[in-house]
Every structure is written in structure tokens, then in C-alpha cells.
């Protein structure tokens, strides 16, 4: 039996082990005077925002306590290293649900509010921070705060999208949906071009919950694109597929040393993806089924091999739609880089009271690569740059390499929120896009 | 399947595991034993909304003149029972109790054999009485043979698998089963200060096989199993090769 003793992110780039510290309750968060820590929950951050500069990362784990569920209102008090997948299974047969889940359910509410996640319904919905009551926020200097949006407003501002930056929640507490049935209706069909994906998506936001698309990078060619979009929403009530249990059957990939995603991987999975899939079909389909389609394959990741790969997000404002999003894609497809993850989901007009919140209405745009060193990096920063010029900004969630100046034109609140950064909480992050290091390193 | 199970030592990493496991099937009750209620409450409110059909503590201290009445008393509302599980134990620092810190010795003690056999004991006759039941001890391996690295801890262990085995022969004939488990290392506050060897484990892990320990009536449960080989071979190596070793 393998005993793994240091976590990495989701990306497994290199160089982004780190060992690990334990809290047991959180009476008991252990401060270190020596060196900055960093909460760490399920590591399904792509990049190095939930990992300290060197040190150990503490690891929120064992925080999973319920504390307090209230089968009436719908409230849900739970400690911060709760997984999604367990709560999921213990408010579903009670008749009610969270109403923001990202692409798998193996991330702790607490990575949640740190990431301000988003999902398939954000136009419905906005982000996990909207239905956030409250949290307990522990800071090095002892302090113990409860934060809402009515005490300690801007810790609690600060803190959703904060990155684990501000101070460590210890438990937190969420206003919960109604659900009536476990079932979706789900509708795909393909499209042929950017703007066809655009009509189909204003079109769909109106009538359907989650809606997202899937494409082919490589298809890309003068606003031609190839995919499928994919809308959804709960069918007719039905209790007892309520009181079903989350699906269980999960294979896992094993340590790979090479990897299996290669450009003609790529571009095999994505034709055959297609093509089973383009025909107009309706379908019902269970939550689980539909939102986290990945966590049947435990460790995916893996099949990038050793160096790991880069995930990029981005997101496009109403104001220049498609422009900057072609001059993306055009660059993608000229440099021959597939991916198999390839998504694109409007973003609704539902504001987060995060100070570093990601989503901005308009469009994002998901991509996958898997690393190729320094070239894909240049050619990740190289994305970047024209996102910026296209009035857009970058997801910290799935960075490894932004510089300061793509950070800092992302998120102008960055001037605000870093007054209330904890000087004992450190991530190698936010040293990087604050330039905390050398100077000289210009962001190489 | 076990419906109404004690914990002793509830608030502990295996504890709160074994706990859990019960949880997540249908219709169990707990009485969850301990020294802090707080911890108490926390891990009773979690059972609870997880789907317990009560949960009721008791907050006591083997060191307190009042534990045995109070323990008694509590198994005795609690009747009938079908599983009583002692989890509590304390690793120390065998530097600090060479450097002779006796009051960490004392704690020792307190916690690895005083409270587990008081207990075992008060259990015992619960269990005797009510002609029916199981009674889970949790060991270790540190106490099949004493290692330079933590033989006081050792010891303690030795004693508690003793008296375990002892258990079992008075309960036998009153239908009680008594498991004796011995886990290797695994993550806990406990080993917080120690590097993860082979065969480290987690407290699920661990938790679950005794639940499935428990339903085969298994007498000792070595978790995971590799340790029953591994302390085999250590229990058979000559001193001379033990010592060279540096374990």
C-alpha cells in the first residue's frame, strides 16, 4: 500500500509538493511564528494558490464536522473541510441541495468560498459566495471573528475569492435550495460557429438552469467553431430519486510516467466525442451524472503524466464578446495545441459580494494543456495578454503562471483586498503576482 | 448489525471513525463517553445530522471519584447495548519520559491502562449481565514486542492486549465477544509528530476494518493486516538483531 505524506494541486506540475500540517478541531488552529501557512482542503486548485511559498500547507481534512441542519429553513452549519459529495449525500434525502456546484464534488466548502466557485447555472445563480451566510475566521494574531454581510462585512468581502489569504474559516454556514427530484432534463445539440454559440446560449439562459459547451479547439478557424452545447434543467418532482445515493462506481487511473494526452489523443477523443454526440438528443439524467461527469475516473489528472499539465480560464466581458475570444482561440489553434476539456458558459449578471471574485457577466472559456515547459507557458502568458487587452481577466483557481500585471489589470479590488491579507498566510501565489521575490525574476 | 454502540474515548481520530461508520447505516444509537463535552457535543451533533437515532454523551474522567457510578450508571440507561468500543489511548514522547518527566508517565498510564480497564471492567459486567454483546479494545502493534523507539508506550499497549485476552476468557461463557485490535501507525493528533512509514493508515481505514472485524467475530484484529506478518518476524529476531536495527 502506497502512503502519500505531501499533497500537490490538481495540475501536478512540478516543483508543487508540499508536506503537510494537521488540524483536528478548530479550537486548535495552529499558527506558526516562523513561517506563513496556508489552509489546504481537497488540492483541486490546478496551480500553486493553495500552496504555501515552502512550508507545510494545513491540511483542513479532518474539519469535516455537520454542526447544525435546519430541515426547515434550509440552513446548513458545517466545518470547512467538509467535501462536497458528503454533504450532497446527507442534504439531498432531506430535500435540498447547494445551490452552486462546480465540475466535481471533491472540493471542501471551504475551498469553495476561497475560490468563490461557480458553476453551470451562474447566470441563475451567481456564485458559491452568494449563498454564504456566515463563517468563523481565525487570524494569526489570535483573533476569532464571525463574518456575514452584516458583521465584519469587509473580512467577510475579503474573504469569498480570497484565497485562503485573509485567515483560516473554521466552519461556515450555507443557505441551501429546495430540490424535488435528483433528475435532470438534458438537452444537446451541436453548433458550427462562435456566434451560433452565442445565439444558442441567449436563447437557453432564459428557460434552462445549467447550460455549457463543449468544443474542439483545433476546429477553430475565422469564427468556425466546432461543439455541442449542452442545456439543462430539474425535471418533473420526484421524490424517491431523491433518496438515491450518489453514484459509487469510480475506476482509478494509476501513476503514469509518460503521458497519455498527446496531440493525436487529443484529437482522436475529440472526433469521436463529437460525433457520438452531435445529434439533437434529450435525455434524463441524474445530478451527479450530468455536473460531475470526471470524478467517475478518479486521479484523471494523472494521465498527463509526470510534468503534469496548465488549465486556462478566462473570462471575456458583454462588452467584447467574441473578439477577444477569437483572437484567443485563433492563437490556439496556429500554435496546434488541442485540449480535451475545452468549455465555454456564459456568465450571468448576478454580482458576488467577493472582492476577488471571478466571474464577470459575459463569457468563459476553459482549456486544458498539458505541459510542454517554457513554450507553454510563453504561450499561456502570451493568452493572457490578449485577454487583458480585451477588457477580460484570469481565474486564480487554475493559474500556475500569471505575472503581477496580469493579476493586478484582472482584479483592479486587488489594492483593496490586500489590506486584509493575514501576514501569517502566505501562498507562493501571491507572492508571485506581488512580485514579493526578486525583482529581477520579471516574472519568468 | 449493531445498532446501539458506546464509544469510549468517542472524541478521539479512531473514535470518531468508528463512529461514523455506524452512522452511515441505518438506525444507530450512540453513547459517546469522554473527557471534553465540548468535543462531546461536536461529535454528537455531527452523528446526528448524519442520521443517528440518538446520540447521548457523558463527560467523565477515569481519574474522577465519581467515573464508575457515573459510567454505570449511563451504560445502564443506555441497555440494552451490542457493541462497546475503547478507544482511548495517549502516546508520549519517549525522549521527555527519559529526560524524567513522571507526571507524563503518570498520564501514560492514566490514559493507556487505568482508563481502558476501568472502562473494560465497568463494561464488562454491563455486558455479563445482559448475557449478550461485544466489547472492542483497541491495542497496538507497539505492544507485541518493545521497541527502543517508544517501549514505554509499548508496554502500556502489552498490558491492555493482557488484558483483553483476560476479558475473553471470563466473558466467554456469558455469550460476550471480545476483539482485541492492533493498529499499526496511522494519521492522527496522536502521531502528528511522527513521519509516515510503511503501512501507514487513516482512521477510516482502520475503522472499517474493525466494523468488518466485528461481524466475523474475529478475536484479534491486526489493521491493516500486513502488521500480523510484520510482528511476527519482529517477535521471532533475535535481541542482537533488534538492536541493530535502531527501531
Known amino acids: 500500500m502506497t502512503f502519500d505524506t505531501r499533497v500537490h494541486p490538481w495540475g501536478r506540475l512540478p516543483g508543487m509538493q508540499r508536506a503537510v500540517r494537521r488540524i483536528w478541531w478548530p479550537s486548535d488552529v495552529p499558527f506558526e511564528r516562523d513561517h506563513a501557512m496556508l489552509a489546504f482542503g481537497q488540492g483541486r486548485s490546478y496551480g500553486d494558490t493553495c500552496l504555501t511559498p515552502t512550508g507545510p500547507v494545513l491540511c483542513m481534512g479532518a474539519l469535516d464536522r455537520f454542526i447544525m441542519f435546519d430541515r426547515d429553513t434550509g440552513r446548513f452549519r458545517c466545518e470547512c473541510g467538509s467535501r462536497l459529495d458528503d454533504v450532497l449525500k446527507h442534504i439531498v434525502p432531506a430535500g435540498w441541495t447547494v445551490p452552486v456546484v462546480p465540475g466535481t464534488q471533491f472540493i471542501t466548502v471551504g475551498g469553495a468560498v476561497a475560490n468563490d466557485i461557480h458553476g453551470k447555472n451562474h447566470h441563475r445563480e451567481g456564485t458559491f459566495g452568494n449563498h454564504v451566510e456566515c463563517f468563523e475566521l481565525v487570524r494569526s494574531d489570535g483573533s476569532r471573528r464571525v463574518c456575514s454581510r452584516s458583521e465584519n462585512s469587509e473580512l467577510f468581502a475579503a474573504t469569498i475569492g480570497g484565497l485562503g489569504l485573509t485567515g483560516i474559516i473554521t466552519w461556515l454556514e450555507i443557505r441551501l435550495r429546495p430540490i424535488e427530484t435528483w433528475l435532470l432534463d438534458v438537452e444537446t445539440q451541436s453548433f458550427a460557429s462562435l456566434d451560433d454559440f452565442v445565439r444558442l446560449t441567449h436563447e437557453a439562459d432564459k428557460d434552462w438552469e445549467y447550460t455549457a459547451a463543449w468544443f474542439d479547439v483545433l476546429s477553430y478557424r475565422e469564427g468556425r467553431l466546432k461543439g455541442l452545447f449542452s442545456k439543462a434543467r430539474p425535471g418533473e418532482p420526484d421524490h424517491d430519486s431523491l433518496r438515491r445515493p450518489l453514484s459509487s462506481h469510480r475506476f482509478s487511473v494509476p501513476h503514469l510516467p509518460g503521458a497519455l494526452v498527446s496531440p493525436t489523443s487529443i484529437q482522436l477523443f475529440n472526433a469521436i466525442y463529437y460525433r457520438r454526440n452531435k445529434r439533437r438528443t434529450a435525455a434524463r439524467v441524474p445530478f451527479d451524472a450530468y455536473h460531475f461527469p470526471l470524478d467517475a475516473v478518479l486521479n484523471w489528472n494523472r494521465l498527463y503524466g509526470r510534468r503534469g499539465f496548465f488549465q486556462f480560464q478566462c473570462a471575456f466581458p458583454e462588452a467584447d464578446l467574441t473578439r477577444g475570444l477569437a483572437k484567443v482561440l485563433g492563437l490556439f489553434a496556429s500554435m496546434g495545441e488541442g485540449s480535451f476539456l475545452a468549455t465555454l458558459k456564459r456568465f450571468g449578471r448576478i454580482a458576488s459580494p467577493g472582492l476577488l471574485s471571478f466571474p464577470q457577466p459575459g463569457l468563459t472559456l476553459t482549456l486544458d494543456f498539458r505541459n510542454r515547459g517554457v513554450r507553454t507557458v510563453q504561450l499561456i502568458r502570451q493568452a493572457y495578454s490578449m485577454v487583458i487587452e480585451h477588457g477580460g481577466r484570469i481565474y486564480p483557481a487554475k493559474d500556475a503562471c500569471m505575472t503581477s500585471e496580469i493579476f493586478r489589470a484582472s482584479f483592479p479590488a486587488w489594492r483593496n483586498f490586500a489590506k486584509w491579507r493575514d501576514p501569517g498566510l502566505l501562498s507562493a501565489f501571491w507572492i508571485r503576482v506581488m512580485n514579493q521575490q526578486d525583482e529581477s525574476a520579471n516574472g519568468a | ?247
Open chain 2, 1 to 247: 448489525m449493531p445498532k446501539r454502540i458506546v464509544v469510549f474515548g468517542a472524541t478521539s481520530a479512531l473514535g470518531s471513525a468508528i463512529a461514523r461508520k455506524y452512522v452511515a447505516k441505518d438506525d444507530a444509537s450512540f453513547l459517546l463517553v469522554g473527557r471534553s463535552s465540548e468535543r462531546l457535543r461536536s461529535v454528537a451533533a455531527d452523528l446526528q445530522i448524519r442520521g443517528a437515532t440518538q446520540v447521548q454523551t457523558l463527560t467523565a474522567s477515569s481519574g474522577g471519584n465519581d467515573y464508575p457510578t457515573a459510567v454505570h450508571s449511563a451504560l445502564a440507561g443506555f441497555a440494552p447495548i451490542d457493541v462497546v468500543f475503547i478507544t482511548q489511548g495517549l502516546l508520549p514522547s519517549q525522549e521527555q519520559l527519559e529526560a524524567g518527566d513522571f507526571e507524563l508517565l503518570r498520564e501514560t498510564i492514566e490514559a493507556n491502562i487505568q482508563s481502558v480497564m476501568q472502562a473494560g471492567l465497568l463494561a464488562a459486567n454491563t455486558l455479563e449481565a445482559q448475557r449478550n454483546g461485544v466489547l472492542v479494545i483497541i491495542g497496538s502493534v507497539a505492544g507485541d514486542r518493545a521497541r527502543r523507539s517508544n517501549y514505554v508506550y509499548g508496554a502500556a499497549k502489552s498490558a491492555t492486549a493482557a488484558f483483553a485476552e483476560g476479558l475473553r476468557l471470563r466473558l466467554a461463557g456469558a455469550n460476550v465477544h471480545v476483539l482485541l485490535v492492533k493498529p499499526g501507525p496511522f494519521t492522527s493528533p496522536m502521531t502528528a509528530g511522527l513521519r509516515p512509514g510503511p503501512f501507514w493508515s487513516e482512521p477510516a481505514e482502520v475503522a472499517d476494518l474493525v466494523v468488518k472485524a466485528i461481524d466475523k467475530r474475529v478475536a484479534t484484529l491486526y489493521a491493516p493486516s500486513a502488521w500480523r506478518i510484520v510482528t511476527a518476524v519482529l517477535r521471532l529476531l533475535p535481541a542482537a538483531v533488534l538492536r541493530r536495527l535502531a527501531l
